[in-house]
Structures are given as structure tokens and as C-alpha cells.
């Protein structure tokens, strides 16, 4: 009996111990993306959920005003404002600033934000999107990282509402002038429509894809007295936090609505954000 009793406690001890060291070690997330990601230092505001609960998370970021994926591996800054940054293709031998982020660290989780307009369109979808996110997955040292793919929300729009790219933008193979998203009807349908062309995106992928923009559609036809943008497509200090509760319950497995954290967001708002992002 003895003997039994000590090696409970020898397994109890060790798996204690496990646990400890496992939710001591720090697991580093990297923010790859534009002005959807960044407005209202969401980034910031996820670490400082994460200091209440996992410390040992630790959020950074490469996120630059209106740079698609990629954007990101192929032009170089030679400039920056307060409203934007100007850039040039890169040159044989020279590697871009988020390149040179994802070489800093053996990142454990990537976070991967583009605009809404570039997965709606299905040609620059296929040809461009999807080719970035194979790109950076190869450029990541760590085997086991985990990848997340952002899906946005909706831009304020006056339906019927249709967005198109010159198609040498995309491709030179292409051969039509233009290639365009289908035609948004309203509200609900335009919802669906990305969500649907997120998932594609993470399929083709093997990623991992976050569910903001029906947390963002939740609250816009059942708690319209809450604005989630500060223009047509960014989003205000609501948007950035429930963006932030929800990236919080996915690198936590647990809920927002436990968080004491507030940031700048009144009480009661910040609850009925917490609960959304459930």
C-alpha cells in the first residue's frame, strides 16, 4: 500500500511538473498583414489578454498599410508616411522586411491576413494568394508551426456592389482585360461569399482559419448599436477588440468572457464582444 501510495504521487509530481514547464515555455505568434490587422494596435490588445492568463505567448508582427501576402515577399520599402509606405519590386539578392521577421525567430504560429477583395476575386485567389501562402510556409524554419489564415468581414457597401482587378496585375497569362468578384447582393449573401472563399483558401492551404467575419456579421444584424468600423473597411476600437477575443480563444483554448481585460471598451460593450467571439 505503501508503495502504491508513492507512486501516485511520483505520477502526480511529474505530470505537475509537465505541466509546468509546458505552459512555461514561451510559443512566439507572428502577425503577417496590412491596416485590417494592425488598426487599433489589435495585435497589442491581444498581447495584453494574454498577459492576464499566458504570459508566455508573445505577439509580434509584420504588417504594412495596404501590402497584400504577396506584397510581402516581393517589394522592398523605400519609403514611409504616417497614411502608407511606397515600395519597388525587389532585386535579385535582397530580401524584404517580412522575409528577414519570419528568418528572426522559430515561429510557433503565423498569422496570415490579406485583403478581402484580393480572395473574392477568384483568379487573383488562385494565382496569387495561394501562391504567397506556399511561399512563406517554405520560408518558416519551424516544421510544426501552426498557421492561421485571417478571415475578414465585409466592407460598408451599396449594394449591388462588384470589385474588379486589371487582370495584369494578377497574371500576364491571363487574357481577358479584367477579373472580377461575383456580384455582392446584400449584406448576408456578401458574408457567405468570403467565408466561402476563405475556406477555399485554407483548404488549398492545409491552414487553419479564423472566424471573424461572422463574429463581425453577428454584430452587425443583431447589435447594430455597436459600430465595429472607423471607415468602410477598417475596423474601430470594437472591431479591433472582438478581432483580439477572438484570436485570444484560439491561441488559448479558452474563453474571452474570463478575461478581466478590458482595454478601452466600457463594460458592458466589452462583455457582449467577449460573449460574440464564443
Excluded at 200 to 229: M, W
Amino acid at each position: 500500500m505503501r508503495n502504491f501510495l508513492l507512486i501516485i504521487l511520483t505520477i502526480a509530481f511529474t505530470s505537475c511538473k509537465s505541466h509546468k514547464t509546458q505552459t512555461s515555455e514561451e510559443i512566439n505568434v507572428l502577425f503577417i498583414g496590412n491596416s485590417l490587422t494592425y488598426f487599433y494596435d489589435m495585435p497589442q490588445t491581444l498581447q495584453m489578454m494574454l498577459n492576464e492568463t499566458h504570459p508566455n505567448i508573445k505577439i509580434d508582427q509584420s504588417t504594412l498599410p495596404g501590402q497584400s501576402l504577396s506584397g510581402h515577399l516581393s517589394d522592398i520599402i523605400t519609403s514611409r508616411t504616417e497614411n502608407g509606405i511606397r515600395t519597388r519590386k525587389k532585386e535579385e539578392g535582397e530580401t524584404s522586411e517580412t522575409e528577414i521577421k519570419i528568418a528572426e525567430k522559430k515561429w510557433d504560429v503565423i498569422i496570415l491576413q490579406t485583403g478581402t477583395v484580393s480572395v473574392l476575386i477568384p483568379e487573383n485567389r488562385d494565382l496569387k494568394v495561394n501562391k504567397a501562402i506556399s511561399d512563406i510556409k517554405k520560408l518558416v524554419s519551424n516544421p510544426k508551426c501552426k498557421f492561421i489564415l485571417f478571415n475578414t468581414w465585409p466592407s460598408k457597401n451599396e449594394y449591388p456592389e462588384q470589385y474588379c482587378y486589371p487582370s495584369r496585375m494578377i497574371d500576364k497569362s491571363i487574357e481577358k482585360d479584367r477579373c472580377c468578384s461575383p456580384t455582392l447582393e446584400n449584406l448576408e449573401q456578401e458574408t457567405k461569399l468570403i467565408n466561402e472563399s476563405y475556406d477555399l483558401v485554407a483548404q488549398k492551404n492545409s491552414l487553419l482559419k479564423s472566424d471573424n467575419g461572422n463574429k463581425f456579421y453577428e454584430v452587425l444584424t443583431k447589435h447594430p448599436e455597436i459600430e465595429l468600423y472607423e471607415d468602410d473597411s477598417h475596423p474601430n476600437k470594437y472591431g479591433a477588440f472582438l478581432n483580439a477575443c477572438i484570436f485570444y480563444q484560439m491561441l488559448t483554448y479558452k474563453k474571452a468572457s474570463e478575461l478581466k481585460y478590458n482595454g478601452e471598451i466600457g463594460p458592458k460593450t466589452a462583455e457582449l464582444l467577449k460573449q460574440v467571439a464564443e
